[in-house]
Structure formats: C-alpha cells, structure tokens
C-alpha cells in the first residue's frame, strides 16, 4: 500500500480509503462488515471514512466497533455532517449548533476520543460560511478533531472559505471529497485546479461508478443476480450508468486492462490516482475478498500510451452525465 499526504496537511492516508455509504449499517449485516474493516486495515488501509448520516448513526457505531481492536493512532477515521439527524430545524445543516452537538454524538457513535477528519457533508446555504469555519476551529482547538474538509464543494465555495480562512488566521480546511471515476470527471475543469491551488486534497468516492467499472455489467445482457443494479432497494444512482453506449466502451476499457494483466476495476482506480491532486480513492466493499482485488491498484502508474487509449475511449460518451 502506498500513502499520500492529504493536501498540504502532514497527514498520510493511504492511496485506497474503505467507505460505508450504502454499505455497513445499511445493507451489510455487522459481522460481514466488521470482517471487512479489519480484512482493510490487515492490507494496509489507514483511512477509514463514514458519515452520521449513514443510516442514521448505524454505520458509524459499526466502523467505531471495527476500529477499537487497533492502535488509534495507526488509522485515520474520517466522519462527516450537514445531512439531517432528526425532524428540527437545528438538527441538520451547519450551523455552529449542529456541527459541535453532532461532533459530540459522533465521538460517542465512534467510541473514540478525537476525529482525524471532520467534513462538512455538503455546503450549507442558509449559514454563514464564517460560522461554520469558526465552529470547526474551535472543535481542532478542543483537540475533538484534529482537521477538517468538506464534501462536494465546488470551487467558488472552496475560494470563499479559504479567503475566510486567511483573513480571520484559521486553520485551514484540508480536503474536499468529490465523486470521481472515469464517466463522472467534472472536477477535473475547476475544483481540482483550485484545490491545488489552495493546498487541499481530494479524497474520491465512487472511482468505480456505483459498480460500473467492475465490467459485471455487459452491453444487452441481463443484470447480474445479486448485483447491486438488480436490487431495487439501491439502485437509483446506478440506472443511470446503465446505457449500451456507455456499457460498449467499458468492455473496451477492460480489454485494456487485461493486456495490461489488470483488472478493470485495479484499471480505473489506477487511472483515478493518476491525478496529483488526489489523495485518497475511497471503495467500498460487502465482502472481504473485493479488497484484495481492489487495493492492488495502489502503486500503478499508466504511461502515457495508456492514458491515451483510454481517453480516446471515454471521449465517445463525453456528455454523459448520470445521475448520482
């Protein structure tokens, strides 16, 4: 496993992050999950994200009880708020109410002392931007979090912040978690230069599209039984991956990877982490054994000829937009 700074920060994540969207708490029975997380760290793992909002707190009871069997100092445990957490007007956003009372409630979830990395979920338009930069430093002061990012900031928010950030000498914001995978690419254009620019690292979800980029899905054949598209109860951000045309020009990615003696998915992890200003991909996994697969990317570099072939592959459905 190779490891990454997370922006200008001095912590290291490693290049492959374990993730609980839609996963642990929700539709991964808690044994299986926590074997997962273990299976994780034992391959090198350091960084391990959640968020309150995964159903309802659920999943990060399960990561806290996954994690209290290792050193807390030799992971990085990264948890998230903005979503919300009950029926109240307060009990949602980013207020400086919801973000020290939700910190609070996460620590207990999470059972440990302190948070590597505390984001905010999404940008909150109805607070100042101010408050919730100075709630957030306040938590670092407190030695409840030691840094903080955001989730899906564009690059107007992220400039808005880190000018806050200056002018009133805060600590600075570290990360911004994006979704980023070969058919989702729209931070390439400005977040991704800004952040860079202002010293923050990305850490990506999805680099394998929801499943897509496994190439478990073929052009005009019937779903997978099992898979996550065929379950009914997830796979609203899926469907929209499951075009013939987008689905033709992945079997071609993946006759890229197998003359590379790769997977597709060791492919488009690898091509994810191609970017400098990603620090982190981040998977998931319902069983152990995906790991050993996936965390094998880490370390790849593609040439130039690689990366070529593959653009000019992906520049056949440039416009797809799916839904996510």
Same mark, same amino acid.
């Given at each position: 496993? /190779?490891?990454?700074?997370?922006?200008? +920060?001095?912590?290291? *994540?490693?290049?492959?992050?374990?993730? +609980?969207?839609?996963?642990? $708490?929700?539709?991964?029975?808690?044994?299986?999950?926590?074997?997962?997380?273990?299976?994780a760290y034992e391959?090198?793992?350091?960084?391990?994200?959640?968020?309150?909002?995964?159903?309802?707190?659920?999943?990060?009871?399960?990561?806290?009880?996954?994690?209290?069997?290792?050193?807390?100092?030799?992971?990085?445990?990264?948890?998230?708020?903005?979503?919300?957490?009950?029926? $109240?007007?307060?009990?949602?956003?980013?207020?400086?109410?919801?973000?020290?009372? /939700?910190?609070?409630?996460?620590?207990?979830? %999470?059972?440990? =002392?302190?948070?590597?990395?505390?984001?905010?979920?999404?940008?909150?338009?109805?607070?100042?931007?101010?408050?919730? %930069? &100075?709630?957030?430093?306040?938590?670092?002061?407190?030695?409840?979090?030691?840094?903080?990012?955001?989730?899906?900031?564009?690059?107007?928010?992220? &400039?808005?912040?880190?000018?806050i950030i200056r002018?009133?000498?805060?600590?600075? %914001?570290?990360?911004?978690?994006?979704?980023?995978?070969?058919?989702?690419?729209?931070?390439?254009?400005?977040?991704?230069? #800004?952040?860079?620019? !202002?010293?923050?690292? /990305? #850490?990506?979800?999805?680099?394998?599209?929801? $499943?897509?980029?496994?190439?478990?899905?073929?052009?005009?054949?019937?779903?997978? !039984?099992?898979?996550?598209?065929?379950?009914?109860?997830?796979?609203?951000?899926i469907n929209s991956?499951?075009?013939? =045309?987008?689905?033709?020009?992945?079997? &071609?990615?993946?006759?890229?990877?197998?003359?590379?003696?790769?997977?597709?998915?060791?492919?488009?992890?690898?091509? *994810?982490?191609?970017?400098?200003?990603?620090?982190?991909?981040? *998977?998931?996994? +319902?069983?152990? +054994?995906?790991?050993?697969?996936?965390?094998?990317?880490? $370390?790849?570099?593609?040439?130039?000829?690689?990366?070529?072939?593959?653009?000019?592959? %992906?520049?056949?459905?440039?416009?797809?937009?799916?839904?996510?």
């Amino acid at each position: 496993m /190779q490891y990454r700074r997370l922006g200008n +920060s001095g912590l290291k *994540v490693s290049e492959i992050g374990l993730g +609980s969207w839609l996963t642990y $708490g929700e539709t991964i029975d808690p044994e299986n999950a926590i074997k997962c997380i273990h299976h994780a760290y034992e391959l090198g793992i350091n960084f391990f994200d959640t968020a309150n909002a995964y159903n309802r707190g659920e999943a990060e009871k399960i990561v806290g009880a996954a994690l209290k069997d290792f050193p807390r100092s030799s992971y990085v445990l990264a948890t998230k708020v903005y979503f919300p957490m009950g029926d $109240g007007p307060n009990e949602r956003g980013l207020s400086r109410k919801h973000i020290i009372e /939700q910190c609070e409630a996460s620590l207990k979830r %999470l059972g440990v =002392d302190y948070i590597d990395l505390y984001q905010c979920h999404r940008f909150d338009e109805e607070t100042p931007v101010e408050e919730t %930069l &100075r709630a957030l430093d306040d938590l670092v002061a407190q030695g409840k979090i030691l840094y903080y990012g955001v989730s899906e900031w564009n690059a107007q928010q992220i &400039r808005l912040a880190m000018s806050i950030i200056r002018e009133k000498n805060l600590r600075p %914001l570290i990360s911004n978690q994006s979704i980023y995978n070969m058919l989702v690419r729209y931070i390439e254009k400005e977040v991704l230069p #800004v952040s860079q620019e !202002e010293g923050i690292g /990305q #850490v990506v979800f999805s680099p394998l599209a929801q $499943g897509i980029l496994t190439g478990k899905y073929k052009p005009g054949q019937k779903l997978p !039984e099992g898979s996550r598209a065929a379950n009914n109860q997830i796979n609203t951000w899926i469907n929209s991956y499951l075009r013939n =045309d987008v689905l033709e020009c992945i079997s &071609r990615l993946e006759n890229i990877a197998m003359d590379l003696g790769l997977t597709l998915s060791q492919l488009a992890i690898a091509w *994810v982490l191609r970017q400098p200003g990603v620090s982190s991909a981040i *998977v998931g996994a +319902s069983r152990p +054994s995906q790991l050993d697969e996936n965390v094998k990317a880490s $370390g790849i570099e593609l040439t130039p000829e690689t990366l070529e072939e593959i653009e000019s592959i %992906l520049k056949e459905i440039d416009g797809f937009v799916p839904i996510w």
